[in-house]
C-alpha cells in the first residue's frame, strides 16, 4: 500500500517536471488580446526551436502584472499596452519594454440589426453595451472612446468584462447589442458581427514586449530569443489588424 | 453531507448534532506519519485564511467597506441570494418530493441532471445557461427577451448552482421518513395536498431549512455562472464576489476588504448551522 502510494506520488512529480527531458520552458504572460497572434507564434517559435516549450497564460493584463507583482514566475511580460510596465515590482530587476505595435478601439455590433447608425449618432438608449473593465488597457482605452466620441451610456445596460475576448463573445452570442474591442480583434469576428470603422486616435494603445528574466541562464536566453522573434513577426501577416509602434 | 466543522455532524436529515468525543487524544494505534499528513490539510485549509487577515488593511476596513460601489454590491448579493434561496424552496421542494417518492422512466437521469451543477465548472454552466435562456438561446428566441445582465438572469445563475444542495438534502430526509404517516393521514380521509401540506412538509422542516441555508450560502458565492451568463452590469448583476474580481486588479486593498466580509458571513452561516439545529439538551 505505502509502496503503490509513493509510486503514485513519484508519477505525479514526474508528470509535473516533464519526465526529466531537457526542454526548457519559457512563461509567456500575454494579453487575451493577443491570444490567437501568440498561440501562433508559439506554434511557429516551438518548431523552430525544438529544445525550448513556450508556455502562455493568458489574461487580461491588469490580471497578468498582478500575478507577477504577487511573485509569478513570469519569463516575458507581453500586456496590451506598455503602460502596464508602470507599476511592475520586481524587486529591483530592470526591463525593458520594446514597443513592437499598436491597436485601437474599434465599436462592433450584428450586422442584421441596424444597430449601426444609432450608435454613430452616440445613441445607445436601452441597449446592452459590454466593455472591459477600468484598469485592463481596453477598458481604459473605452473610457476615453466613450469620452472621444461623445457617446451617452446613462441608459444603457452597460457590463464590465475581464478582458477583450469576453466582450467579444457577449457580442458573438448575440447578448450585448454593442461592443468596444480592439481593431485586431475584428479579424477573428463571425460575419453576424461588423465592425463601425470609427477612428478614434485617442484609443491608441502602444504593446510592448519586455524578459523579466536576467540574461544568462538558459530560460533567459531562450526568452529573449521568443521575444526577438515576436518583433520580428510584428510587421508580418500574423499581426493583421495591429499598426506599427509610434 | 458528511461533516461540518470538528465534533458535529450533519445528519441526512439536516440536522447538525454533537459528535460524540470519547476522548481527546489522538486514537490509540493512530500513526504518527497518517497525523502529520491530517496537519499538512489543515495547513492547506487555513494558510490561505492566514494570508488574508495578515493582509488585511484593518485600519482603513470601514472605510473601505462602507464605499458606494462596495454597498451596491452588498445590496446585489443581498438581493441575488436570497431570492436564490426562495426559489430554490419552491421550486426544489416539489423536485425533491418526485425524486423521493414517484417511480418513473428516466428517473436516474432526472436526478444526475439535478447533481451536475455541483461538479460542473460554473462558467460552462453559465454558457449552458445563455444557450438556454439567453437572448438568441432555446426560451429567448420564443419570448423575444433573454435574462443576461438583469438581476433575474443573475437569480437564475445562482439558482441554478445552489439549488442541487437543497435537493438533495431534503430528498435524503424525505427516505428517512416513515411512509406511514402519511398512509395514515390518508386513512383518516385527508386529501393528496392537504397530507403534502399538514403531514409530510412539517416532518422535514428542518432539512428544508439546512438545506435552504446552504443553498443560500452556495448562491452568495456563486462567480463563474453569473460573470458568465448575467454578466457583470453594476447595480444589476454584479454582486460581492464579481466586486471582489472587479477589485483585485485595480484596488486590492478594498477587494481584501470585501473577501473578509463574505468570510464572516460563512463563518457566520456555519456556526448559525451548529446553534440552531442542535437539539438543546
Given amino acids: 500500500m505505502i509502496r503503490r502510494l509513493a509510486a503514485l506520488i513519484c508519477l505525479v512529480a514526474l508528470t509535473v517536471a516533464g519526465c526529466g527531458d531537457s526542454t526548457v520552458t519559457v512563461d509567456v504572460f500575454a494579453a487575451s488580446s493577443l491570444t490567437d497572434v501568440f498561440t501562433e507564434l508559439e506554434q511557429r517559435f516551438e518548431a523552430d526551436n525544438p529544445g525550448v516549450d513556450i508556455r502562455l497564460n493568458l489574461a487580461g493584463s491588469d490580471t497578468l502584472r498582478r500575478q507577477i507583482n ?29 514597443p513592437y505595435a499598436s491597436n485601437q478601439l474599434e465599436i462592433i455590433t450584428e450586422r442584421d440589426r441596424g444597430l449601426a447608425s444609432r450608435v454613430r449618432a452616440g445613441d445607445l438608449a436601452g441597449l446592452v453595451v459590454a466593455r472591459c473593465s477600468p484598469g485592463v488597457p481596453c477598458g481604459d482605452a473605452a473610457d476615453r472612446l466613450i469620452e472621444s466620441l461623445g457617446l451617452d451610456l446613462s441608459d444603457a445596460t452597460v457590463t464590465s468584462e475581464q478582458n477583450v475576448r469576453a466582450v467579444l463573445s457577449k457580442v458573438e452570442l448575440g447578448e450585448a447589442d454593442v461592443g468596444f474591442v480592439y481593431r485586431s480583434d475584428v479579424n477573428v469576428l463571425s460575419d453576424d458581427v461588423m465592425a463601425l470603422d470609427v477612428e478614434a486616435d485617442s484609443t491608441k494603445v502602444t504593446l510592448a514586449i519586455g524578459v523579466l528574466t536576467s540574461a544568462g541562464d538558459t530560460a533567459g536566453n531562450a526568452a529573449a530569443a521568443f521575444v526577438a522573434f515576436v518583433i520580428s513577426e510584428a510587421d508580418g501577416p500574423v499581426f493583421f489588424g495591429f499598426d506599427p509602434a509610434p | 453531507m458528511g461533516q461540518c466543522s470538528s465534533g458535529s455532524i450533519l445528519r441526512h436529515d439536516g440536522r447538525l448534532v454533537k459528535r460524540r468525543t ?75 418530493f418526485l425524486l423521493a417518492r414517484v417511480e418513473f422512466p428516466g428517473k436516474s437521469i432526472i436526478r444526475t441532471i439535478v447533481t451536475v451543477p455541483l461538479v460542473l465548472p460554473p462558467v460552462v454552466t453559465g454558457v449552458a445557461l445563455i444557450y438556454g435562456f439567453g437572448r438568441s438561446g432555446l426560451l429567448g428566441k420564443v419570448l423575444g427577451f433573454g435574462l443576461p445582465f438583469t438581476t433575474v438572469g443573475a437569480v437564475v445563475a445562482a439558482t441554478v448552482v445552489a439549488m442541487p444542495f437543497l435537493v438533495l438534502s431534503v430528498e435524503g430526509a424525505l427516505r428517512s421518513v416513515d411512509p406511514r404517516f402519511d398512509q395514515m393521514a390518508a386513512s383518516l380521509g385527508a386529501g393528496p395536498l392537504h397530507r403534502w401540506w399538514h403531514v409530510s412538509l412539517p416532518m422535514i422542516r428542518p432539512s428544508i431549512l439546512a438545506g435552504a441555508v446552504l443553498a443560500w450560502a452556495r448562491a452568495l458565492g456563486e462567480f463563474g455562472a453569473t460573470i458568465t451568463f448575467a454578466g457583470n452590469v453594476p447595480g444589476v448583476t454584479r454582486t460581492l464576489p464579481l466586486e471582489v474580481s472587479t477589485a483585485i486588479n485595480s484596488d486590492p486593498d478594498r477587494a481584501v476588504a ?17 446553534d440552531s439545529w442542535v437539539p438543546r439538551r
Fill in chain 1, 70 to 98: 504577487d511573485g509569478a514566475d513570469a519569463h516575458v511580460f507581453a500586456p496590451a499596452s506598455i503602460d502596464l510596465f508602470d507599476g511592475l515590482s520586481l524587486d529591483g530587476r530592470a526591463v525593458e519594454p520594446i
Fill in chain 2, 22 to 96: 470519547t476522548t481527546s487524544r489522538p486514537a490509540p494505534g493512530l500513526p504518527t506519519s497518517i497525523i502529520v499528513i491530517a496537519v499538512i490539510a489543515i495547513a492547506l485549509l487555513v494558510l490561505p485564511l492566514v494570508g488574508l487577515l495578515i493582509q488585511a488593511p484593518w485600519s482603513s476596513l470601514f472605510s473601505l467597506l462602507g464605499n458606494e460601489a462596495t454597498l451596491t454590491a452588498i445590496r446585489v448579493s443581498a438581493v441575488v441570494s436570497l431570492a436564490a434561496a426562495a426559489l430554490s424552496i419552491l421550486i426544489g421542494v416539489p423536485l425533491a
Fill in chain 2, 258 to 274: 470585501l473577501s473578509l466580509l463574505m468570510l464572516a458571513v460563512s463563518l457566520a452561516v456555519l456556526i448559525g448551522l451548529r
